[in-house]
């Protein structure tokens, strides 16, 4: 009588261990799709930062720029980050969108003619927060094609029906307190300060000047600081700097992963939680390897 219960006993404990690992691996598959997205922090804020025209070696351990590489050695370096075409204005269309929307000049789109979703219209119907600060813009939600070193081309924003013109502030308006910013905001710098028509060190002590305030204080306040550039100079197969910055932001870190906008756009939808993404950033994979 013994022996059977025994038996009995050994199969219900194979059972018990099988169950267990099959529960395990049904944990796993459930989640595997989701683990990479499960990694990133969630930030209050961030603050993208664009930049022009310039490849990562110009930028990237040069004398001209010591306070983005400053942001490099307390952050974290994308070692193979790159643009996706040329000229500017299909870049930011990119990194907004997940797409160029068919762009491929500098000229002026039609305010408010395209209806895809985009980081500011997914944010928004989320309940969450968005603005853009633009320097030189004439006014806030001002649609004009230029205006002395204001340029739209940098602002695809304006080229969305589903973003409000009034979420586009002048850089004026960018907030002392910094707990007052948007969920995800960009910074876009005129066109000498971004080093379109300046240089390098212009547009480095620009960003010093103007956001370093906010990245020391993102370090102690769960927010993040993302500087990235549209483009190279055409002559570096387009490989741009880009840098984290931040509390979440493993210091000193690097990856030599290939990553592009719409990498950058995927990751930015998934530091904000959103569960939607815009068109190529849905098939991109999120930032990894530099989150602490």
Not at 116 to 126: D, F, I, K, R
Not at 177 to 187: A, H, M, Q, R
Not at 227 to 250: C, M, R, W
Request: hydrophobic letters at 35%.
């Amino acid at each position: 009588m013994t022996k059977p219960a025994r038996s009995r006993r050994k199969l219900t404990a194979i059972a018990a261990s099988v169950g267990l690992a099959a529960a395990s691996l049904g944990i796993w598959a459930a989640t595997s799709s989701t683990a990479q997205a499960a990694t990133l922090p969630t930030p209050d804020h961030v603050v993208v930062v664009v930049m022009e025209n310039h490849a990562y070696s110009q930028v990237i351990g040069s004398s001209s720029a010591p306070y983005i590489n400053s942001l490099k050695a307390g952050g974290a370096n994308l070692t193979n980050s790159f643009g996706i075409t040329h000229p500017s204005e299909p870049n930011y269309y990119a990194l907004f969108s997940g797409s160029t929307q068919g762009r491929t000049d500098d000229s002026c789109v039609s305010v408010g003619s395209m209806t895809a979703p985009n980081l500011a219209s997914e944010l928004l119907a989320a309940g969450k927060t968005w603005a853009s600060y633009n320097e030189s813009l004439p006014s806030q939600g001002s649609t004009t094609c230029s205006s002395g070193k204001y340029a739209q081309k940098h602002n695809p924003w304006f080229g969305f029906g589903n973003v409000p013109t009034s979420s586009a502030y002048t850089f004026a308006q960018f907030p002392t307190d910094y707990t007052t910013l948007p969920k995800v905001s960009f910074v876009v710098p005129n066109l000498c300060s971004d080093m379109h028509d300046c240089s390098v060190s212009t547009g480095d002590t620009w960003i010093k000047n103007n956001l370093g305030a906010y990245a020391t204080w993102a370090q102690t306040h769960n927010s993040i600081l993302v500087v990235t550039f549209d483009e190279d100079n055409s002559l570096s197969g387009n490989k741009i700097p880009t840098v984290y910055y931040g509390q979440h932001v493993a210091a000193g870190s690097s990856s030599a992963t290939t990553y592009n906008h719409y990498n950058t756009l995927r990751t930015l939808e998934d530091l904000a939680g959103l569960t939607s993404h815009a068109g190529n950033a849905a098939t991109a994979s999120d930032v990894s390897g530099i989150w602490n």
